[in-house]
Structure formats: structure tokens, C-alpha cells
């Protein structure tokens, strides 16, 4: 099975720029996006062969999720069940037959870190939730966990300083 994560900072915008050209082009069975940005009825992307899914955060142009599958699963999650963490669209969970697919987009701390506290909160609450559904069978985690180890791992390390 091919798996692609993929954050499009917002997929409108994505998809004038070969976005269902590259799409094709990968041939993956599992295509996970985030921070799509989009809202319900917004754009109609379909591709022949795949189902969609979508998590949409309550506010506009904000966040969201999505996963575009070859392979029915047996059920959808959208967000973790913690209404604290299930209105920005962050996660939408594919239970398969032999494992769980989740797609996340990981809140970041913000400028100055003001959002630190929160995101510390999110990854208890994310962990104890990939550890449930580990213990029922294998999960597969794919997204932007907005982390990055080193320098080297971002484009503009200086001015990201600060923020988390």
C-alpha cells in the first residue's frame, strides 16, 4: 500500500497549482491532507476510484483535514472525541479492516508561544487517543505534527524562534 501525507496550505489554492496532475501522478492509495482550509461544498474534487473524507473547522479558512482512499473502511472518526480539540477539523480517522489511518494537523504554539499551554494539553490528549486505538490494532499516524527536531527541518529557522 502507498501512502501520501501531504500539507497543502490550503488545497483551493493547491489545485491551481497541479494539484490533481501530481495527484494522478502518485497513484498512492491513501492520500492524507491537511490544513486544507476549506469549508462544505467549496470545491468538488473527486478522482475516479477514491472516497473522501474531511474533517472542517468551524471557523473559515482554518485548519481542516482530509483523506482520499482506493479502499473502503469499516468506519470514519472525525476529530478525537474531546470537544475542547474537535472544532478546528485537525483529525479524520479510517478504520480499515487490519489497522486505523489518522490524519492530523497538530495545533501550533503560536507567535510567543501563547498557545503553548493548549498544544501541551493536545498531544496528552492525542497520545491517549492513538493508544486506544493502538490497542485494538496497528495505527497508522501521517500528517503535520508541526514539530520540528532541527534547524535544519524548517525554512525560516530564526524567525520561527519562539514558537513552537
Known amino acids: 500500500m502507498k501512502f501520501i501525507s501531504w500539507n497543502v496550505n490550503g488545497l483551493r489554492a ?4 497541479d494539484f490533481e496532475q501530481t495527484f494522478k501522478a502518485l497513484d498512492a492509495d491513501f492520500f492524507c491532507l491537511q490544513e486544507t482550509k ?3 461544498g467549496q470545491l468538488d474534487l473527486a478522482f475516479p476510484g477514491y472516497d473522501s473524507y474531511w474533517n472542517y473547522a468551524d471557523k473559515k479558512g482554518y485548519s481542516g483535514t482530509a483523506i482520499y482512499t482506493r ?3 469499516l468506519a470514519v ?5 474531546i470537544d475542547e480539540h474537535d472544532h478546528e477539523g485537525r483529525i479524520v480517522t479510517l ?5 486505523f489511518l489518522v490524519t492530523v494537523y497538530t495545533p501550533n504554539s503560536q507567535d510567543g508561544l501563547r ?3 493548549y498544544r501541551m494539553h ?13 490497542a485494538r490494532k496497528p495505527v497508522v499516524v501521517c500528517g503535520d505534527l508541526n514539530v520540528a ?4 527541518d524548517l525554512k525560516n529557522p530564526k524567525s520561527n524562534r519562539q514558537n513552537a
Open 95 to 99: 478504520e480499515m479492516d487490519n489497522f
Open 122 to 134: 493536545w498531544e496528552e490528549d492525542f497520545r491517549r487517543y492513538l493508544l486506544a486505538l493502538d
Open 14 to 17: 493547491c489545485v491551481g497549482k
Open 77 to 81: 472518526t472525525r476529530g478525537m472525541g
Open 115 to 117: 498557545r503553548l499551554d
Open 71 to 73: 479502499h473502503k473502511p
Open 38 to 40: 476549506m469549508q462544505a
Open 149 to 152: 527536531h532541527q534547524e535544519i
